[in-house]
């Protein structure tokens, strides 16, 4: 039977997996009634925060198991490709893309952003307008993993130190 190898998995791309998990079930269930709007509360700040410095944990652990910088930052590609493809589908307009709605918003693209950095949506909310609601998760999901990365120190340097 094979067996999966859990020690080379890449921490960052699990956490933030997780931290969309548990933010999903604290956005329907919250104490004033599921969904968001309007009603952000101090609450949702502090879960929003917590499950943002997931991220910095998960890119210490890669560090820490010796793992490349380019294993940290596949959610921020995934983030790139995401925000590339709603600014592209929606530039170009309808014609350009299949899945976009009448107004020439490529709505898939958008909404498949939003949901991937869900932990960030009350952030999002906040800024709305100002041009740096889709921006800050992209800049987060870069940052964020590499503070981590660069915070720990790798376990074969540890080892050649105690050597010495």
Known sequence: MIKPDLGNMNNVTVTYL???FFFAMYFFMRPSGGGMGEDTNALDYIVSGVLTLLPVYAGYLNRKKNMTYKSVLWIFFINVFLFACSGLFDHFGGGFNILSTGNKSSFVFTMAFIAFNASFYPFILLLDGSGLDFILP???SF????IGYFIAKPESLKKSEEHE
Do not use: C, D, G
């Open 138 to 140: 992209l800049l987060l």
């Open 18 to 20: 997780i931290s969309l």
């Open 143 to 146: 940052i964020l993993p590499t």
